[in-house]
């Protein structure tokens, strides 16, 4: 089993719809990171977080520490969002960075 | 423009030819690390450096070297690369490790005959 698991592995949407990506993790953590890949292959870091919830425009992520679960949302979806969408956690040490195998969204105009 | 510098970004080569991946970064951040992506495995780390002179492996090391001899940069080595190394790599810095954000370089994909 993967120290950290994506669902779904790949989500094909309408543009507008509300879109949900999850990341189960088994290590303990300090921080969640979630990163974005575009086609190009460029990636970006798009929140760390701790603990609650992080908004930056039409993304939102949300992170359960008791319950090793993250999800990252996307409000109106719009085909720009069409990436892969990476979660990664700090091994236990906090040296190591752990990545899920991220998940393919495609948004469809 | 705060930024991480990888070059080249694209590079054809032949076993056993060594050849270096430069990354630099004018952010002023401590730790620095590579990674190579492979389909169906995701981002994997090779190596990281939590500050000048002070590296460590990640996830797979092998067949690869780094240094650290001042901050900004961070160049992986491949002394005798092979066809299994043939991959697309990423270095990234940050501030400090686990608790800020990463800053990627643009990637360089490296194929090796």
Not at chain 2, 80 to 104: D, E, H, R
Request: hydrophobic share 30%.
């Amino acid at each position: 089993k993967n120290e950290v698991e994506q669902s779904p592995q790949n989500l094909t949407a309408q543009e507008g719809e509300f879109i949900t990506i999850n990341c189960s993790y088994s290590v303990g953590i300090s921080a969640l990171h979630w990163l974005q890949q575009h086609p190009g292959g460029g990636i970006v870091s798009l929140f760390m977080l701790s603990s609650g919830k992080k908004k930056h425009g039409r993304l939102i992520a949300t992170i359960n520490i008791q319950e090793k679960h993250s999800s990252l949302h996307i409000t109106a979806s719009h085909p720009r969002d069409s990436a892969v969408y990476i979660c990664a956690v700090p091994k236990t040490s906090g040296s190591r960075l752990t990545f899920g195998e991220g998940t393919q969204l495609t948004v469809n105009p | 423009e705060a930024q991480v510098t990888q070059n080249p970004r694209y590079l054809i080569t032949v076993t056993g030819k060594k050849l270096t991946v430069t990354c630099s970064q004018n952010m002023n951040h401590e730790y620095m690390s590579w990674y190579r992506q492979d389909p169906g495995l995701g981002l994997r780390q090779i190596y990281y450096s939590m500050n000048v002179e002070v590296t460590d492996k990640g996830d797979v090391p092998e067949g690869y070297k780094v240094s650290r001899k001042e901050k900004r940069n961070f160049p992986l080595i491949l002394e005798s690369p092979s066809p299994n190394q043939t991959s697309l790599y990423f270095c990234a810095s940050s501030v400090m490790q686990g608790t800020y954000g990463y800053t990627f370089g643009s990637g360089t994909r490296l194929t090796v005959v």
